[in-house]
Protein backbone atom coordinates (compact mmCIF):
# COMPACT_ATOMS: atom_id res chain seq x y z
CA UNK A 1 0.00 0.00 0.00
CA UNK A 2 1.09 3.58 -0.67
CA UNK A 3 -0.30 6.61 1.79
CA UNK A 4 -0.22 10.12 0.71
CA UNK A 5 -1.20 13.34 2.51
CA UNK A 6 -0.96 16.40 0.12
CA UNK A 7 0.49 19.39 1.97
CA UNK A 8 -2.80 21.58 2.59
CA UNK A 9 -5.00 18.87 2.66
CA UNK A 10 -7.21 17.29 5.09
CA UNK A 11 -7.02 13.56 4.04
CA UNK A 12 -5.16 10.97 4.44
CA UNK A 13 -5.51 8.41 1.45
CA UNK A 14 -4.28 4.82 0.99
CA UNK A 15 -4.03 2.71 -2.14
CA UNK A 16 -3.57 -0.71 -2.27
CA UNK A 17 -1.47 -1.94 -5.23
CA UNK A 18 -3.20 -4.99 -6.69
CA UNK A 19 -6.28 -3.36 -8.30
CA UNK A 20 -5.19 -0.62 -7.92
CA UNK A 21 -7.92 0.38 -5.04
CA UNK A 22 -8.39 3.09 -2.71
CA UNK A 23 -8.21 1.41 0.42
CA UNK A 24 -7.70 4.86 3.03
CA UNK A 25 -9.67 8.17 2.93
CA UNK A 26 -9.91 9.56 6.22
CA UNK A 27 -9.73 13.05 7.68
CA UNK A 28 -6.33 14.62 9.07
CA UNK A 29 -4.92 17.34 10.20
CA UNK A 30 -4.45 19.80 7.53
CA UNK A 31 -0.66 20.52 9.02
CA UNK A 32 0.12 17.03 9.75
CA UNK A 33 2.33 15.20 7.86
CA UNK A 34 3.56 11.57 7.05
CA UNK A 35 6.48 10.63 8.25
CA UNK A 36 6.88 6.89 9.26
CA UNK A 37 5.53 3.36 9.13
CA UNK A 38 6.02 0.42 10.74
CA UNK A 39 3.90 -3.14 10.58
CA UNK A 40 1.11 -2.24 12.42
CA UNK A 41 0.90 1.95 12.61
CA UNK A 42 1.24 4.77 10.26
CA UNK A 43 2.74 7.91 11.56
CA UNK A 44 1.94 11.60 11.58
CA UNK A 45 3.59 14.79 12.69
CA UNK A 46 2.26 18.39 12.89
CA UNK A 47 0.94 20.06 15.84
CA UNK A 48 0.91 16.90 17.51
CA UNK A 49 2.38 13.30 17.12
CA UNK A 50 0.04 10.88 16.32
CA UNK A 51 -0.46 6.86 15.31
CA UNK A 52 -3.08 5.19 13.13
CA UNK A 53 -3.70 1.27 13.12
CA UNK A 54 -2.79 0.03 9.64
CA UNK A 55 -5.83 -2.53 10.29
CA UNK A 56 -8.54 -0.18 11.44
CA UNK A 57 -7.63 3.31 10.33
CA UNK A 58 -8.46 4.75 13.57
CA UNK A 59 -6.63 7.15 15.67
CA UNK A 60 -4.05 4.99 18.42
CA UNK A 61 -3.08 8.26 19.90
CA UNK A 62 -2.05 11.61 19.44
CA UNK A 63 0.59 13.68 21.68
CA UNK A 64 0.86 17.04 21.39
CA UNK A 65 4.62 18.19 21.94
CA UNK A 66 5.93 21.56 22.73
CA UNK A 67 6.25 23.91 19.20
CA UNK A 68 8.60 22.35 16.97
CA UNK A 69 10.23 23.24 13.41
CA UNK A 70 7.21 22.22 10.81
CA UNK A 71 10.08 20.84 8.23
CA UNK A 72 11.78 18.67 11.14
CA UNK A 73 10.42 15.29 10.86
CA UNK A 74 10.56 13.25 13.86
CA UNK A 75 13.16 9.95 14.07
CA UNK A 76 11.27 6.72 13.86
CA UNK A 77 13.34 3.66 15.17
CA UNK A 78 12.31 0.58 16.01
CA UNK A 79 10.45 1.35 19.46
CA UNK A 80 10.98 5.03 19.50
CA UNK A 81 10.09 8.81 18.17
CA UNK A 82 12.54 11.41 18.77
CA UNK A 83 11.40 14.85 17.78
CA UNK A 84 13.05 18.18 17.63
CA UNK A 85 11.26 20.80 19.87
CA UNK A 86 11.32 24.18 21.50
CA UNK A 87 12.30 22.20 24.73
CA UNK A 88 15.05 19.77 23.70
CA UNK A 89 14.31 16.71 21.65
CA UNK A 90 10.97 14.63 22.96
CA UNK A 91 11.53 10.94 22.60
CA UNK A 92 8.08 9.28 22.49
CA UNK A 93 6.81 5.39 23.15
CA UNK A 94 5.52 4.05 19.63
CA UNK A 95 3.06 1.88 21.20
CA UNK A 96 1.53 4.29 23.68
CA UNK A 97 2.44 7.67 22.31
CA UNK A 98 3.79 8.36 26.12
CA UNK A 99 7.06 10.90 26.29
CA UNK A 100 9.84 8.71 27.99
CA UNK A 101 11.98 11.94 28.18
CA UNK A 102 13.19 15.39 27.16
CA UNK A 103 16.90 15.69 26.19
CA UNK A 104 17.65 19.23 27.11
CA UNK A 105 21.06 21.18 26.13
CA UNK A 106 22.15 22.81 23.23
CA UNK A 107 19.16 21.92 21.15
CA UNK A 108 16.81 23.91 23.36
CA UNK A 109 14.92 26.73 20.55
CA UNK A 110 16.91 24.23 17.81
CA UNK A 111 15.26 24.91 14.14
CA UNK A 112 15.34 21.03 13.73
CA UNK A 113 18.14 19.25 11.94
CA UNK A 114 19.29 15.70 11.65
CA UNK A 115 19.03 12.93 14.82
CA UNK A 116 20.94 9.56 15.10
CA UNK A 117 20.10 7.07 17.84
CA UNK A 118 22.59 3.89 18.45
CA UNK A 119 22.12 1.80 22.18
CA UNK A 120 24.41 4.58 23.99
CA UNK A 121 23.77 7.84 22.63
CA UNK A 122 21.26 10.66 20.79
CA UNK A 123 23.23 12.68 18.55
CA UNK A 124 21.84 15.48 17.10
CA UNK A 125 23.17 18.11 14.71
CA UNK A 126 21.11 21.08 14.48
CA UNK A 127 21.61 24.79 13.88
CA UNK A 128 22.51 25.60 17.06
CA UNK A 129 25.36 22.76 17.16
CA UNK A 130 26.45 18.96 17.86
CA UNK A 131 25.12 17.19 20.86
CA UNK A 132 25.72 13.31 22.12
CA UNK A 133 23.57 12.76 24.59
CA UNK A 134 23.70 9.52 26.72
CA UNK A 135 20.94 6.92 26.95
CA UNK A 136 20.23 5.51 29.82
CA UNK A 137 20.87 1.88 30.60
CA UNK A 138 17.89 -0.48 31.30
CA UNK A 139 17.70 -2.81 34.14
CA UNK A 140 20.34 -5.70 34.27
CA UNK A 141 22.92 -3.12 32.38
CA UNK A 142 22.04 -3.23 29.08
CA UNK A 143 20.88 -0.15 27.07
CA UNK A 144 17.30 -0.62 25.53
CA UNK A 145 16.66 -1.11 21.73
CA UNK A 146 15.26 1.74 19.41
Do not use: H
Amino acid sequence: MIFSKGMRSQRLIGIEFDGPSLAWNRPIDRLAAIVGCDDERLFTSGEELAAYSLKTQEMLWSTPLPRTAAWSKPLVTRNRLYQFTSRGICEIDKQTGTPVRIFRGVDLDAMGGGLLVSSKALVTVSNLGIAAYPRPAAAGGSTEQS
